[in-house]
């Protein structure tokens, strides 16, 4: 039987900026581990992490523009840092500043992607939150999530343009 929708307490779980929480997919982002501090956030079974789509723990305020540029880039065999928001069971979120990478066998192919997270400082999520805010804005204008992604996804690389920066350039400088 499936659980209804969790919904966004607005409650923020606490973490220690010493920890790191680390998690890793396959190639389809299905969770094969995740390390103890991650099944704490998370607040779920580690039963029913394990196997399950890594978006579980998606928050609805996170833009799909961002996980657009995150999976593009982890496609590509190249890493990527990110910030992103996170929901556990309960509907509680937490912050983290993610640094994703692909996994590659000997032969060079991606065999699955492993992330380890931190938590970041909050004046540089002050700086992040309004961009996101934004990023959402543009994604809700459309009936059609792919095109509110696309649009959003369009705005970003737009504004890092108009900055003269890369992604990595500016999300470094936050």
């Known amino acids: 039987m499936a659980r209804p929708p969790i919904k966004p307490t607005g409650i923020e779980c606490p973490f220690d900026e010493n920890e790191l929480i680390v998690s890793k997919t396959n190639l389809k982002g299905h969770i094969t581990y995740a390390n103890d501090v991650f099944m ?20 609805p305020d996170m833009p799909r523009t961002i996980f657009k540029l995150l999976w593009d880039t982890i496609q590509e065999k190249k890493e990527i840092f990110a910030y992103v928001v996170n929901m556990a069971r309960d509907g509680d979120h937490y912050w983290v500043f993610a640094h994703v990478t692909p996994t590659l066998d000997a032969q060079n192919n991606v065999i699955g992607f492993h992330s380890n997270r931190r938590k970041p400082d909050r004046a540089q999520l002050a700086k992040i939150e309004p961009l996101y805010a934004q990023l959402r804005e543009e994604e809700n204008r459309h009936r059609n999530a792919k095109d509110g992604m696309m649009s959003g996804y369009a705005m970003l690389t737009d504004m890092l343009k108009k900055q003269g920066v890369g992604y990595d350039e500016f999300i470094f400088a936050v």
């Open 40 to 59: 704490r956030l998370s607040k779920y079974p580690r039963n029913e992490v394990i196997g399950a789509p890594h978006s579980m723990i998606r928050h």
